[in-house]
């Protein structure tokens, strides 16, 4: 996969300190990552760079919007996101990326792509059910929502009454009390 270029970071010439980068992302960075499950993206990436004489401390912090299908009833809507994260390159012998809070790139290494990064801090920060928001408060109006209401078994409408009981488990209860 081609690296995206104006995500990578050119270290070798940045004073020790702290050093902001800021990253619009759209529709069109994901399609690089062949990721297409966001219909519309805008998120904001800020990057603090905190550079060391012996290591490279990257902070990122996104927020913003991306349009997804409800995981419900397929309807799209807008997730709004937020996250962080905190990654440490150390440099070292050889490229290293088992530890996704610490890196390690060769001695002779003078940038670093941070796209992949952001990529995965994206994806990660949604949640793990996408839930339209009119479902919650049921203002959503959806064929699919009705259809799944009708099709609701009628046990689980009705948990208090007993009739719904099979006489098969009062039979076996005795079982477990019988000794």
């Known amino acids: 996969m081609k690296q995206m270029r104006e995500f990578t970071i050119p ?15 759209d529709t069109k960075f994901f399609t690089h990552f062949e990721y297409e499950e966001f219909h519309n ?4 990436a800020k990057v603090l760079l905190l550079k060391k004489s012996n290591s ?14 409800c995981d419900v009833t397929n309807e799209p809507y807008d997730q709004e996101l937020q996250g962080m994260h905190h990654l440490v390159v150390n ?7 088992d530890d996704d809070a610490l890196i390690i790139i060769p001695h002779n290494s003078h940038e670093i792509n941070i796209a992949q990064y952001i990529y995965e801090l994206i994806v990660l920060s949604l949640p793990a059910k996408l839930v339209h928001p009119g479902i919650e408060d049921g203002t959503l109006d959806s ?6 209401e009708e099709l609701t078994p009628k046990y ?19 079982l477990l009390t019988d000794k």
């Open 56 to 69: 490279l401390e990257f902070y990122f912090e996104i927020d913003g919007i991306v349009n997804v299908n």
């Open 143 to 148: 064929d699919i929502l009705k259809k799944l």
């Open 91 to 97: 440099f070292g012998q050889e490229f290293n990326e």
């Open 11 to 25: 270290f070798a010439g940045l004073k020790q300190g702290e050093h902001h980068f800021e990253f619009k992302i």
């Open 156 to 174: 689980f409408e009705d948990k208090t009454s007993d009739a719904n009981t099979d006489s098969r488990w009062e039979e076996l209860k005795k």
């Open 41 to 44: 993206v805008e998120v904001l």
